[in-house]
């Protein structure tokens, strides 16, 4: 009787119908993994949670290799840069991305995620994975949320050798960067430029960040490939006063050169009337040995420089003293 009863309940349990398929049935939604990346890919929000209650794969994959959450994320990235390029002239990340989450993308993310979505998977046209993508947006909660599941947080990005770290600083978003650095975040690594997140940091001019790398080791002696500026050259030739200071503060080389042949010195003495600031940041610069008897490629000193292209009395000043 009991063997019996047990067959009974079984078939019973196996004859009840699927609430969620019927739903989507009722749709006219078939229940197949490719309708499910179909609805992805479409952004609806109903029909994708009724395949994830269904019991879908979450890990599903079309034929280039992308997966369910890589496609949200594809899709959150996409309205984000339509957002971006309607701003007009001079485009708005933050607003950009505020108009973008309100879309339906990142509920499903948040969902997928729910429903153990794999978080590594590299999109094989742009070698961008969820992490690296939602860091350059500026979705701080989402980067939690991925790396809490278990995303590679210095993973490169194939295309061009940049990690979630880096972009996160590119986009200039000081809290995606302090979620990366707590997830162990390495800060050395370059891009296929040989650019760091510190050199990508000091171009940008994102104190709060250089700050922050700075704190964690990163090295400030590291040049790009293409111009041969460290971030010390770099932070001297936009006339960084702080930037600069912080980064001598923390080792940086006051001697090295450029491909050009130029230092931070000869950098820092810029064409036309120099204000107050520049005269202070050249020196920094000098207190903290930097040499006025070097030349550059083209044989130039940095008293050259200020002769040629600086009105200021107080720089020659300063270099003929030297």
């Known amino acids: 009787m009991l063997i019996m009863a047990m067959l009974t309940t079984a078939c019973f349990k196996e004859k009840q119908p699927n609430p969620s398929r019927n739903r989507l049935s009722d749709m006219n939604i078939v ?24 019991g879908i794969k979450t890990n599903a994959q079309d034929e280039h290799g992308v997966n369910a959450l890589m496609w949200a994320v ?52 742009t070698g961008l994975t969820p992490l690296m993508t939602t860091a350059y947006i500026g ?21 061009n050798g940049m990690t979630p770290l880096m972009l996160g600083t590119d986009r200039g978003n000081i809290d995606i960067v302090k979620e990366l650095l707590d997830a162990s975040a390495k800060v050395s690594p370059r891009d296929n430029q040989g650019r760091t997140a510190l050199w990508i940091a000091v171009r940008n001019r994102l104190t709060g960040i250089v700050n922050e790398l700075l704190k964690e080791g990163a090295d400030p002696n ?34 090295a050169r450029d491909a050009h042949g130029n230092t931070a010195l000869m950098r820092a003495i810029g064409m036309g009337s120099p ?41 020659v000043k300063l270099l003929n003293t030297q």
């Open 222 to 255: 590291v040049s790009d490939d293409e111009r041969g500026m460290t971030p010390l050259i770099l932070a001297a030739s936009y006339g960084d006063l702080y930037i600069v200071r912080e980064l001598l503060d923390n080792g940086a080389n006051v001697n």
């Open 275 to 315: 204000n107050q600031r520049d005269i202070q940041l050249i020196k920094l610069l000098l207190n903290y040995g930097a040499r006025v008897e070097l030349k550059n490629n083209d044989g130039n000193k940095a008293l050259d420089k200020a002769l040629k292209w600086s009105s200021s009395e107080e720089i």
């Open 31 to 54: 229940f197949s993994e490719e309708s499910f990346l179909d609805c992805v890919k479409a952004e609806n929000i109903d029909a994708i949670s009724l395949f994830l209650r269904a």
């Open 74 to 125: 594809k899709g959150y990235y996409s309205s984000y840069n339509n957002y971006l390029s309607r701003r007009g002239k001079k485009p708005d990340p933050d607003t950009a991305y505020n108009l973008a989450r309100q879309e339906g993308y990142p509920y499903t993310i948040y969902e997928l995620l729910e429903y153990s979505a794999e978080v590594n998977v590299q999109d094989k046209q």
């Open 139 to 159: 979705d701080a909660n989402i980067v939690r949320e991925l790396l809490q599941n278990g995303a590679e947080v210095n993973e490169k990005c194939n295309e």
